[in-house]
């Protein structure tokens, strides 16, 4: 007799889904073009309990920020995506670590957060689902974040996600279009997770690299560019570098040059990329920063893994911290918002 495919071991999660991690986000023209106009249709709130500090203007930011007092403001945020690899434990803590980051992204720190879970309750088994959960938990409380609630509902495809609470110094905040001419700028994550785990999905190898760096909190990065008096920046996810970048310099009025060699990688993620191993979510995030970009000796490739969906990723910031590589620098806006040397 066979025995059920109960463990995380045996069941592929990401056969279960269409698309995974942040590459199965709505593209980034599609969802601006859903979102553009929404408050201006419905206008502001009625006699709001709290000021506004960062909202949907200019394409948005990482989370929604509040203003409490003159000392902190409220950060808050979603993020669930499909499974991005294979072992349910992982992809927990990888979707709660990629949640969590978009607090850091406005340097903020979480301090709650709740659960979304979606599951197909008639094809997987809750033992996978609970262990979903746990690698989330262990993350949010590693941050030092309550995990203590959450919504789960009966789903085609396993979703996971959270939404997490943050406060944040409205003075010391890292806003998307806050960043000026003249300062370097820097990544914290190498790229290439979205070749690795589509390679993956198509043929279960297991990326130890990628994991660690899906799973390491922008935290430090966060509270080192908050220090170093760093006043823009964000996360790199499912838009890629590229797309990104060019939502930072956009809101900014800069233009950014990107120095392509000093840009890192994980390894395997450029021979992943020849391998063919490129998400469709990539190939739109190019498709849709390619008018706005001056390209240079850049190859198909090269673009490509500029542009690849990252899943968990780093934070991109306007400026310098110790131990991670300045990738270009900002310049006044010129003709292109991106020009790659
Ligand atoms: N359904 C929606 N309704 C209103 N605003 C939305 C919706 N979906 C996304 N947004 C907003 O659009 C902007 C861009 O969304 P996006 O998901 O790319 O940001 P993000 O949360 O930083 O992404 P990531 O979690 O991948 O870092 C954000 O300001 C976000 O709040
Ligand atoms: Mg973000």
Redesign the pocket.
């Known amino acids: 007799m066979t025995e059920p495919e109960t463990t995380s071991a045996r069941t592929r999660l990401t056969q279960f889904a269409h698309g995974g991690g942040?590459a199965c986000?709505i593209p980034?023209g599609e969802?601006?073009a859903?979102?553009a106009g929404?408050t201006a249709r419905v206008g502001p709130p009625r006699d709001p309990a709290a000021p506004l500090l960062v909202g949907?203007d200019g394409?948005?930011?990482?989370?929604?920020v509040v203003s409490i007092d003159a000392d902190r403001a409220v950060v808050t945020?979603a993020?669930f995506f499909t499974p991005v690899v294979d072992d349910a434990f992982d992809w927990g803590r990888i979707a709660a670590t990629?949640?969590l980051?978009?607090v850091y992204?406005m340097g903020g720190v979480p301090i709650a957060a709740v659960n979304l879970l979606g599951w197909p309750r008639d094809v997987l088994p809750f033992e996978l689902a609970a262990e979903v959960l746990r690698g989330g938990m262990e993350v949010g409380h590693g941050a030092g974040c309550h995990v203590a609630g959450g919504h789960s509902v009966d789903d085609p495809e396993p979703k996971y996600g959270m939404s997490v609470v943050g406060l944040v110094r409205p003075d010391r905040m890292l806003r998307a279009d806050a960043a000026a001419p003249g300062v370097p700028l820097t990544l914290t994550k190498p790229l290439g997770v979205g070749v690795l785990n589509t390679r993956h999905k198509s043929t279960g190898t297991v990326f130890p690299e990628a994991i660690a760096t899906m799973t390491t909190l922008n935290r430090d990065a966060s509270a080192a560019a908050v220090e170093a008096g760093i006043r823009a920046a964000?996360?790199v996810?499912?838009?890629g570098l590229l797309g990104h970048l060019y939502k930072l310099v956009r809101a900014s009025g800069v233009t950014a040059v990107l120095d392509r060699a000093a840009v890192p990688y994980l390894d395997g993620a450029r021979r992943a990329a020849e391998d063919g191993f490129v998400s469709g979510g990539s190939r739109r995030n190019l498709d849709w920063v390619a008018p706005r970009v001056e390209f240079g000796s850049a190859s198909e490739l090269d673009r490509l893994l500029l542009a690849d969906a990252q899943t968990s990723g780093g934070l991109l910031l306007a400026g310098e911290i110790p131990g991670h590589p300045v990738i270009g620098e900002l310049r006044p806006r010129g003709e292109h918002a991106i020009v790659i040397r």
Not at 59 to 64: L, R, S, T, V
Request: charged share 25%.
């Open positions: 942040c986000k980034p969802l601006e859903l979102v929404l949907l394409g948005g930011d990482d989370a929604a945020t993020d990629n949640a980051s978009d992204a964000t996360d996810t499912g838009f």
